[in-house]
């Protein structure tokens, strides 16, 4: 019989996370910015455009807007469609 495996308690429970749905996607916006070539890795200093990083950061983007595009409140609709169109132009650009 297999071994069922179970989730560990989280480490981190009861340290407050500033993470909501704004800086999420500000975070993964950064991290496609970075896989463009568009701004410095942080980890490493430098510029290097990725563009197979870059297109399943925007891909991920692009779903998200979609799955979520109803619970979002204006605002958020607003940044994360704004986000997702600049972030695909500048991978066109690159990519033509």
């Known amino acids: 019989m297999p071994e069922e495996r179970t989730c560990r308690e989280n480490p981190m429970k009861g340290i407050p996370l500033d993470i909501n749905f704004t800086t999420f996607i500000y975070s993964l916006s950064s991290s496609a910015m970075v896989a463009l070539g568009e701004a410095e890795d942080p980890s490493t200093g430098q510029v290097e455009f990725q563009p197979q990083m870059a297109k399943?950061?925007?891909?991920?983007?692009?779903?998200?807007?979609?799955?979520?595009?109803?619970?979002?409140?204006?605002?958020?609709?607003?940044?994360?469609?704004?986000i997702v169109y600049n972030l695909r132009m500048a991978y066109v650009n690159k990519t033509k």
């Open 56 to 82: 399943h950061t925007i891909d991920v983007l692009g779903m998200l807007k979609e799955k979520f595009e109803e619970g979002l409140d204006d605002n958020e609709r607003k940044l994360l469609c704004d």
